[in-house]
């Protein structure tokens, strides 16, 4: 039996997927044009060149909300990007959507954070204020377009543009690092909607999960969010006998599968009431199509506040916020104040390129470990450097 094309998988997708979806032959291409490759589609290397970049490998040691060294089974940006994209394959095969491309816009959404989750990207943002501040997403745009170093012929990982957009989240103008970028109207693809959306059932979820693996959240401080209680009091009655943590693992499980099957749900009916027939259809969308019900979208907004006031803002997380903070300020100051102590190739970005921004892409870059090893050689008389 002969190997499947590219092209047969093309016309798979033309038949099966759903004439809004984002189609590999219809794709608005790359920034520096190649020869397609002749068994895989253009989405299907996009996700894979992003799964080997060191970008995507430095997620490991990068933090969620729980610090690498707290426990081995919190989760880091590794596993959340993995729980975002398989939310996201799950969703887009639903709407018949392009699973690929959701896929690999997931696994890249967040290669761009610092060190020390979203207490570093703050501090990364105050510290880069005169020269444009700092954002993740403009920083994975960043990463997969010029910073990533693994082709002879172009800088970056030179995706294709449907990816690009889904990375930035931003909907009409995608302005690429060194003036270059490129230009849509409208709404993003339906992919990329699910992209962002997946990324929050993701997060919500699983750190409820490891906010009350931790004891920074109870399960009598999470009665008071409607949608938990519902699920849990259901749970608790059909398992009597089952031990707490199963009855917990139970209920975030159902609740997942509450917010996806609501959002399928709704977006197929919103696609119906403005009677979405192609991509351009979605573009020309007065809102973006992928969502909830109103019902389930105020009841999740509650465990977002929840989970704000009573995880984020937690003391245990503010304490190692603070200390970020310092870190990431010193390493700052340490490196503006005296270039030559960066390893030799940031050293030679920065004589060459903007110094502040070389600077920060190299910190920005950082996993949490790095950053503390490096804190330590730097300041501590003691150890080596």
């Not at 997060?203 to 906010?211: A, M, P, T």
């Not at 709704?266 to 909830?292: C, F, W």
């Not at 009841?299 to 989970?307: E, G, I, R, T, Y």
């Not at 300020?329 to 102590?341: E, G, V």
């Amino acid at each position: 039996m002969p190997l499947q094309t590219r092209q047969e998988l093309e016309a798979i997708e033309e038949k099966n997927l759903a004439p809004y979806a984002s189609l590999n032959s219809r794709s608005m291409g790359r920034e520096y044009p190649q020869e397609e490759h002749p068994y895989r589609t253009r989405f299907q290397r996009d996700r894979d060149r992003i799964v080997h970049s060191k970008a995507f490998r430095r997620l490991e040691y990068k933090t969620q909300v729980f610090v690498n060294h707290e426990g081995d089974h919190y989760r880091t940006r590794l596993t959340h990007s993995l729980e975002v994209a398989q939310i996201s394959r799950s969703i887009a095969r639903m709407l018949r959507l392009n699973e690929d491309l959701a896929e690999g816009i997931c696994l890249a959404h967040d290669l761009g954070h610092p060190p020390f989750g979203h207490s570093g990207q703050d501090v990364m943002n105050e510290l880069m204020k005169d020269k444009g501040g700092f954002e993740h997403n403009r920083q994975s745009l960043r990463i997969v377009t010029v910073l990533e170093d693994r082709y002879p012929n172009y800088p970056g990982l030179n995706l294709s543009f449907e990816v690009l957009e889904g990375i930035s989240k931003h909907f009409t103008d995608y302005d690429l690092p060194d003036g270059r970028g490129f230009h849509r109207e409208g709404q993003p693809s339906l992919e990329a909607q699910i992209a962002n959306l997946s990324d929050e059932i993701a997060y919500n979820n699983h750190d409820l999960d490891d906010g009350l693996r931790s004891g920074m959240i109870t399960l009598d401080q999470l009665r008071e969010v409607e949608v938990w209680q519902e699920l849990f009091e259901l749970v608790d009655a059909e398992l009597p006998e089952a031990r707490l943590k199963l009855k917990v693992h139970e209920t975030i499980r159902r609740l997942i599968n509450r917010l996806v099957t609501d959002l399928v749900e709704h977006t197929m009916a919103s696609i119906e009431n403005l009677r979405v027939k192609d991509i351009d259809d979605v573009r020309k969308a007065p809102r973006q199509l992928v969502g909830y019900s109103e019902a389930l979208r105020v009841k999740n907004a509650d465990l977002k506040k929840f989970l704000f006031k009573n995880l984020y803002r937690h003391y245990r997380v503010e304490r190692m916020a603070d200390k970020a903070e310092r870190i990431l300020r010193d390493l700052f100051r340490a490196y503006t104040h005296n270039p030559k102590i960066l390893p030799p190739w940031v050293f030679e970005r920065a004589g060459s390129d903007d110094p502040m921004r070389a600077i920060c892409d190299y910190v920005a870059g950082m996993t949490d470990r790095f950053a503390l090893d490096e804190h330590e050689k730097l300041f501590d008389p003691h150890a080596r450097v």
